[in-house]
């Protein structure tokens, strides 16, 4: 060891050298801790799992479980391999055994590990040497972090920084401590998002008030909330690692993205190490639930890996007759084909049933909510649904150098939802008559897939820093739909809903007086090329440029089905060809903890709508703009935020009543509407203290339509309200209660407005705890209480007086046990 010392010099000019390149001082590198600290960095325990597999490799997981930087001469490492390391260790004794018999020494420089190989600094010439730092690694599992130090939704890896929008993150260890499984219940406890209830199980998600429908699995992007009627869309978080968020339009990542932004749901993987965690749940309204998740090297060099994930969910609900039941399987594989090449493959399988309370209540006829008990149930004893989505992904990452990648992705999703249910309609009296049943079934099928690839690339060029990125995708989306419905007039009152009225069935809906049968096909196809340039022309400014030229083809066709007929009507189509969607950002670095952004996107939305011509009413077009401040601070553990943001979005399609009734019989359109979205955005993430973690995330935004013959002036987005709050910490203490930690949080916002602009659905507060408590070094009990003052409060969907008035959840318990044995 005491040899090291005589590299230190080196070591230090090497990084001061590489510094001068990019005029950044030694901290930024973490290189100005005194002894002391590394001391105390040395002697800090981590539980580590890394097997026995190529040196670089090791180090690498190495400097992602203890959140170290590491620096060596890539060439020296070559051809070498570690020894296993694994349980809870100093960083001092966890390298001494990771380098055992491989003849390479190390130092602790404050939070930075340098190693050399032999024991002289000869051949080791200062223009031949690489350094290699950590890389920024995008991961959460096993962090037991709130934030993250990258994102991978812009494409390649990032930190949040170097991303002129505002992008949030919700990690795996967030995701297990709030006991968060399904996007809805996760898109309401992130900045800015709302998860409004859609049909049953199903939500609509939006950002800024836009609906976010098109989705990216590990960045490939599908339409998911195409369907005849209604959102049915549902989506299980247990195969996920994290949610990455991007607020703001989106279009350069996904062609007709959504102008409020983008989600990432970014898959869990194989481990380096063999993990295993077995949980067991308990709670109210008898909700039980079984899950097992395990992974790790299935070969001795680890260069297959692994996972496996087996989860039940059954539960009843506060609601009468109410009750779910949900089966979810997930397996991946990871080859390591060299060193450079990455191949994985996975498949995962929910299916999920229920009979729940579809669009909740109705409204009396004057917009007032009616009296009724949470518990009401205003459905049949024979409402069901069956919904079931098997997803097969694979992707392949080609690392030509530690600069230039090259990946390919892609996503095949089937779903089927089978579902048949009673609900009440209509606006209700006085007196709680006028109850009007409506019966509908449905039966939707449909298939998506979608492709994604990409180069990136860093190199120096004209004494500046450059990257580039350049792909496309590509994503098609068939049907094969139909549903049928029926409204049924009642002498019925509110207070006294029929659950025993007679079961249906497609056909017998389709012969019922006033019945009809609606089979639909989708089929929407869209392509794009997409490219973006990063350059620093002086060190601590970086500007943005992208682009995308999009294709993209909309066909709808639909039939009327009744007793005696099918009638074909018209096929609605839309085309839009080389659609150019720029984009344009620039950050500058104040310090190497603060920078300022500023960020420009539009994004066009094809339409369907017809003018008195006879032509398609043109895409409409939405300018996005957004300035901001970003911090990294704590070297990573902290990441904080806040934006200002204005959306434009033009072309809006409206009714030309003036014109003549030349569409199908009725008025066309054209395209005059204009609506405005703007606000704030502030956000806090990561170990704020030490021991505590705490996500904190504001959003003040205002919709409006600026053009509209009937709306103008009036609130555009109804399900956004215009002050969101969501918090959540979780603290873990030391000393002799180092076993217990304890999270408490909430969610609070104001009031929000009807479908028909006639319904105020008044804002709300919910508080939720958490107590965990390791009782041994594999086992952990937690309770989470949710709603803990019982707050009564309606959830965000398309309120309306005649229906989608749905109760939040009453207070409830969950318990858990997991069972993490150790290898």
Avoid at 99 to 114: A, P, R
Avoid at 533 to 558: A, E, F, H, I, N
């Amino acid at each position: 060891m005491s040899a090291i010392h005589e590299f230190k010099p080196l070591f230090k000019a090497l990084v001061i050298a590489r510094s001068l390149r990019s005029r950044r001082s030694m901290a930024s590198l973490g290189l100005t801790c005194l002894l002391p600290l590394s001391a105390q960095v040395c002697a800090e325990e981590f539980s580590l799992n890394i097997p026995a597999q190529s040196l670089p490799q090791a180090l690498q997981a190495f400097g992602a479980q203890t959140n170290q930087q590491v620096i060596y001469n890539a060439d020296d490492m070559a051809g070498l391999r570690s020894t296993q390391v694994s349980g809870k260790l100093s960083s001092e004794a966890a390298i001494s055994r990771l380098l055992s018999g491989t003849g390479v020494n190390y130092s602790f420089e404050g939070n930075t590990l340098m190693l050399v190989r032999g024991t002289s600094t000869q051949g080791l010439e200062l223009g031949a040497t690489t350094i290699s730092a950590q890389q920024a690694s995008a991961t959460t599992e096993g962090s037991n972090s709130y934030t993250s130090n990258a994102v991978t939704i812009g494409k390649g890896t990032h930190t949040l920084r170097e991303i002129p929008q505002s992008v949030t993150v919700i990690t795996r260890k967030q995701l297990d401590d709030q006991g968060i499984v399904d996007l809805k219940d996760a898109a309401n406890k992130t900045t800015g998002l709302v998860g409004a209830q859609g049909v049953g199980r199903g939500l609509i998600l939006s950002s800024r008030g836009f609906q976010i429908d098109d989705w990216q699995y590990d960045g490939v992007p599908i339409p998911r909330n195409t369907y005849a009627l209604g959102n049915w869309a549902t989506q299980d978080l247990i195969f996920f690692d994290r949610m990455e968020v991007l607020r703001g339009a989106s279009g350069l990542l996904q062609g007709t993205g959504s102008p409020g932004g983008a989600v990432n749901l970014v898959r869990k993987r194989g481990q380096a190490a063999p993990t295993v965690s077995l949980t067991g749940k308990a709670g109210s309204w008898d909700h039980y639930g079984l899950q097992l998740d395990a992974g790790g090297p299935l070969n001795q060099e680890g260069t297959i890996r692994g996972r496996f994930v087996a989860d039940q969910d059954n539960s009843h609900s506060f609601v009468d007759s109410e009750w779910y039941e949900t089966t979810s399987l997930y397996g991946a594989l990871d080859f390591d084909l060299s060193d450079a090449t990455t191949v994985g493959f996975a498949v995962s399988q929910s299916d999920g049933e229920s009979r729940s309370n579809v669009r909740g209540f109705p409204r009396y006829a004057d917009g007032k909510p009616i009296d009724l008990p949470r518990k009401t149930y205003t459905g049949a004893k024979w409402n069901h649904s069956d919904i079931d989505v098997t997803t097969l992904y694979t992707d392949l990452e080609h690392r030509f150098n530690d600069d230039w990648a090259f990946k390919v992705g892609a996503v095949r999703m089937t779903e089927t939802n089978k579902a048949k249910n009673q609900r009440v309609q209509n606006g209700i009296n006085a007196d709680g008559t006028g109850v009007q049943y409506a019966d509908f079934l449905t039966d939707l099928d449909s298939t998506k897939v979608a492709l994604d690839m990409n180069v990136t690339g860093k190199f120096d060029a004209w004494s500046m820093q450059q990257e580039v990125m350049f792909g496309g995708n590509y994503s098609k989306v068939t049907t094969d739909d139909k549903y049928a419905r029926t409204f049924n007039n009642s002498s019925d009152n509110i207070f006294d809903i029929n659950h025993d009225r007679p079961d249906i069935s497609y056909e017998g809906l389709i012969n019922s007086p006033g019945g009809r049968g609606f089979p639909s096909e989708y089929d929407i196809r869209q392509k794009g090329l997409y490219g973006s340039w990063r350059v620093k022309p002086v060190d601590d400014l970086t500007l943005v440029l992208g682009s995308r030229v999009s294709w993209y083809d909309y066909s709808y066709k639909s039939w009327t089905q009744t007793t005696t007929a099918i009638t074909e009507e018209p096929e609605s189509t839309s085309t839009e060809s080389g659609e150019v969607t720029p984009y344009a950002g620039i950050i500058y670095d104040l310090s190497r903890e603060w920078s300022v952004y500023a960020s420009y996107t539009d994004v066009f939305v094809p339409q369907t709508e017809r003018t008195t011509g006879g032509s398609v009413v043109k895409p409409i077009i939405g300018s996005n703009y957004e300035v901001g401040i970003k911090g990294e601070l704590m070297d990573g553990r902290i990441n904080t935020s806040l934006a200002l943001f204005r959306y434009d979005q033009e072309n809006r399609a409206v009714i030309d009543t003036a014109g003549e009734q030349s569409c199908d019989g009725w008025y066309c359109s054209n395209a005059s509407g204009k609506v405005r979205s703007q606000g704030l955005d502030a956000e806090i993430s990561g170990e704020v203290i030490d021991n505590l973690q705490l996500f904190a995330g504001y959003t003040y935004n205002t919709t409006k339509y600026l053009e509209d013959p009937e709306n103008e002036g009036k609130i555009f987005s109804w399900w956004t309200p215009k002050h969101m709050l969501r918090v959540w910490g979780n603290y873990q203490f030391t000393g002799d209660w180092k076993q217990v930690s304890t999270g408490l949080g909430f969610t609070a916002q104001t009031h929000t407005v009807g479908f028909d602009h006639a319904v105020n659905v008044p804002g709300y507060a919910v508080w939720n705890a958490r107590v965990g408590y390791q009782l041994t070094p594999e086992i952990e009990l937690a309770m989470n209480a949710n709603n803990l003052f019982d707050k009564g409060y309606f959830t965000p969907a398309y309120n309306q007086i005649n229906g989608n008035n749905n109760y939040g959840d009453p207070r409830n318990v969950m318990f858990s046990v997991k069972y993490t044995p150790e290898f």
